[in-house]
């Protein structure tokens, strides 16, 4: 029996108002893969890592996680099942340090009371793996520059050891050396097991790391793309809704459904 | 002897620093008190005397308490109208059940704070569940509050408390022995001193930074000496109040709440944004709820301390007067009105800024208009000075 999949996305619909976010969206992600979403403003990207994460539930669809069907109506329900994200606007609280936005939720105690010692080490510590310099770990995080703030929003999600790791955009803030070394850290994570949505608008870095691409368009799924083998005029063509080349390997998710 | 030069100057320089940065802490606070004290001692030398200090010391108890409810209200970023109303109306169902109904003292005393436990709750359903804004909800309850404690008053409108009742001790109550005063005043310091020292040598175990032994003897120092002053001088009048070590108690105790708890971290964060809270899986309704419940829990015990001071309650218990001065305390003594900074001790000290002008302006016979307009004047000084601050800290911040 094959093992299934981490997380299971099944006709996923989520709308506002009058205006339908997201319809019939499927998706699935394995452990130890990493699979970029992508899609143009408005496709319904973040719209969906919220979905995932439990902040703004979806009005329909099912949720699977290694093969049962889940609830995932609240962050902290997400956060149980291991689920940690960056979000796109990170997500932080202006007024906490560092070391109280990295464990916000999930504080450790000693004799019942915050061990902060405790805390600031194992924050220096995990900065210190991620190469990451922050001047001052109890500095308020509005005090801090925008690389810094995603820095820190970053460290926040692999605090809790995650098994699914949702990337809305992680590196629009940072330069250049920092990406490459926060991509080097994803495929890390990746060879230990973890699973990885990765949302970006970088061709490049989505080619580096990604092993599949799934392609949102006006909220509906068009196309899953193996990375290794897909042009990438493909996935642009499928980013921006032109019907693709005959031949291409795209794979509707019509198609997938006729599959099983 | 260097060492503790060194530790002087860098105080000095961390204290600009913070200054500078839009952090100005406690320090602006200690200083109007200090210049407050000093105008009054020079036009009138009674003011510094220890009757008058430890009259001062009790008389900000019962604002004082209402006072740290506050603060918790105004660290989630809301604001609480109805406290002063809360407060009269559960000093009112004391007073009547006690001494009109002969109920025991005690079961009178908790029915009086469950009340404001129960007003505080439903105000805190209406705002975190249902979602009205707290301005509106709480205004409500200034009104309606105020009219159920005048219902309840009946046609009497004024009650007497018993001065030996146990009500009548809380704010009644000294501890005549020396040692009382000095005692609280040794643990106090030893109690700060130990703190640091145990945050200094875990902190040094694991390699971090730590405050050099000499800035740990000037803390301690410091607070050793406010606190072994203010025992001197209480001990030269009746001794140690109780509402005094009770107020102590409190802002202490629930200082270690919100500093040193998760939930404490919990209405720290609500103040950063409510969403960002709820993004890391933080109950938002419930923290607020419970906020709002201890500011009504924290109304009524207040309501029992001023009700005490003058043992009586009456039609004008629970004033707007009394509204405006406990959320200007907590502004004047540093909490900020746009949430998410501030401690309980802001309560203390901002209480001990109006008492202090209403002291001195009594001693000296000034009417109470010009006491209203220069408290106003330091309401709206403390303001200004949140604001200037938050907007440095802006414009140092996302640069």
């Not at chain 2, 975190?128 to 009205?132: E, I, Q, Y």
């Given at each position: 029996m094959p093992v299934p999949p981490l997380l299971a996305l099944r006709g996923i619909r989520k709308r506002f108002g009058a205006v339908e976010a997201l319809a019939d969206v499927e998706l699935e992600i394995r452990a130890g893969e990493i699979v970029a979403l992508m899609g143009d403003n408005g496709a319904g990207k973040s719209t969906l890592v919220k979905v995932i994460a439990g902040v703004s539930p979806a009005d329909e669809g099912v949720v699977r996680w290694e093969g049962r069907t889940v609830r995932v109506r609240r962050p902290h329900e997400a956060h149980a099942l291991g689920i940690a994200t960056v979000f796109q606007d990170l997500a932080l609280c202006d007024n906490l340090d560092v070391v109280g936005n990295l464990f916000l939720g999930r504080e450790l105690r000693r004799a019942g009371l915050l061990d902060e010692v405790e805390m600031e080490r194992r924050t220096r510590d995990l900065l210190g793996s991620l190469a990451i310099h922050v001047p001052d770990l109890r500095a308020r995080v509005a005090t801090l520059s925008g690389g810094q703030r995603q820095t820190v929003a970053i460290s926040r999600s692999l605090v809790g050891e995650p098994r699914l790791l949702l990337l809305d955009e992680p590196t629009a803030a940072l330069g250049v050396q920092q990406t490459s070394r926060f991509l080097d850290l994803v495929e890390m994570l990746r060879d230990r097991g973890v699973g990885v949505l990765l949302i970006s608008q970088n061709m490049g870095d989505i080619k580096a790391v990604a092993d599949r691409v799934a392609v949102l368009h006006l909220g509906r799924n068009n196309g899953f793309f193996d990375v290794s083998t897909a042009s990438q005029e493909q996935i642009i063509s499928s980013i921006t809704g032109v019907t693709s080349p005959p031949g291409a390997t795209r794979r509707t998710a019509h198609a997938r459904r006729g599959e099983r | 002897m260097n060492g503790l030069r060194r530790a002087l100057r860098s105080g000095t320089e961390a204290a600009g620093r913070r200054l500078r940065g839009g952090e100005p802490g406690v320090l602006p606070v200690v200083v109007g008190v200090l210049v407050i004290w000093s105008v009054f001692q020079i036009l009138n030398g009674n003011f510094l005397a220890p009757r008058n200090l430890s009259n001062l010391s009790v008389d900000i108890v019962g604002a004082g308490m209402i006072a740290v409810g506050v603060v918790f209200v105004l660290l989630i970023g809301e604001i609480d109208l109805s406290v002063g109303s809360v407060s009269g109306l559960a000093a009112a169902l004391f007073a009547v059940l006690n001494v009109q109904h002969g109920m025991a003292e005690w079961l009178a005393v908790v029915i009086a704070v469950l009340s404001g436990a129960a007003v505080g709750s439903l105000h805190g359903f209406l705002i975190?569940?249902?979602?009205?804004p707290a301005f509106v909800v709480t205004l409500a309850g200034l009104l309606g509050w105020n009219g159920l404690m005048l219902y309840v008053l009946g046609a009497g409108g004024t009650v007497n408390l018993d001065e030996d009742s146990l009500i009548g001790k809380l704010t009644g109550h000294y501890f005549h022995e020396v040692a009382a005063a000095y005692g609280l005043a040794a643990a106090g310091s030893v109690l700060c001193f130990l703190v640091y020292y145990r945050d200094r040598r875990r902190r040094r175990a694991a390699g971090m930074s730590h405050r050099p032994l000499a800035e740990i003897a000037v803390r301690t120092g410091a607070v050793a000496l406010v606190a072994f002053s203010a025992a001197h001088v209480l001990n030269r009048f009746q001794g140690l109040p109780l509402a005094l070590l009770a107020f102590l108690l409190v802002v202490g105790g629930l200082d270690l709440v919100l500093r040193r708890t998760r939930y404490g971290r919990k209405v720290y964060a609500l103040g950063g944004g409510g969403e960002p809270a709820r993004r890391a899986g933080i109950d938002v309704v419930r923290v607020r709820v419970s906020v709002f419940m201890l500011s009504g829990t924290m109304a009524a015990v207040g309501g029992l301390f001023l009700a005490s001071r003058i043992t009586s309650v009456s039609q004008t218990s629970g004033s707007s007067l009394l509204l405006m001065n406990v959320i200007a305390a907590a502004v004047i003594g540093g909490t900020s009105l746009f949430g998410g900074r501030g401690t309980t001790w802001s309560a203390l000290l901002g209480m001990l800024v109006i008492q202090s002008i209403a002291s001195g302006m009594s001693l000296l016979g000034i009417q109470s208009a010009v006491q209203f307009m220069i408290t106003g004047g330091v309401l709206l000084a403390a303001v200004v000075i949140d604001t200037v601050a938050r907007r440095t800290r802006r414009e140092h911040g996302r640069a």
């Open positions: - | 975190a569940r249902v979602g009205a």
